[in-house]
Nanobody
Framework: QLQLVESGGGLVQSGGSLRLSCAASGFTGDYYIIGWFRQAPGKEREGVSCISVNRSNTNYADSVKGRVTISRDNAKNTVYLQLSSLKPEDTAVYYC???????????????????WGQGTQVTVSS
């Protein structure tokens, strides 16, 4: 059974950093992607970044480019999202999600992901 578990969220001051983790289990095969999404109160869930598990392809939303780095540790079946220079508008519940993907660049479209974690709260104080 596919399972994704996020961790690493918390309260941080503006300008601070956090590293989120997404531990994956139950996957078979190599062609899948892990995406990070976030949802702020009253807003739609939006894509933040994604990575191909068996390739080095990554993708970032324009709103976080230069402040966010996604990486993976295949030995630990874990994908990380390093958040830096955090702003109050980054406050949201952050989710990781997965999908089988045979394409090149991974997409940041929520509808293309089938499996989701429970989310981890990130709160940035001003």
């Amino acid at each position: 059974q596919l399972q994704l578990v996020e961790s690493g969220g918390g309260l941080v001051q503006s300008g601070g950093s956090l590293r989120l983790s997404c531990a994956a289990s139950g996957f078979t095969g190599d062609y899948y992607i892990i995406g990070w999404f976030r949802q702020a109160p009253g807003k739609e869930r939006e894509g933040v970044s994604c990575i191909s598990v068996n390739r080095s392809n990554t993708n970032y939303a324009d709103s976080v480019k230069g402040r966010v780095t996604i990486s993976r540790d295949n030995a630990k079946n874990t994908v990380y999202l390093q958040l830096s220079s955090l702003k109050p508008e980054d406050t949201a519940v952050y989710y990781c999600a997965s999908s089988v993907w045979y394409g090149s660049a991974c997409p940041l479209r929520r509808i293309l992901y089938q499996h989701w974690g429970q989310g981890t709260q990130v709160t940035v104080s001003s």
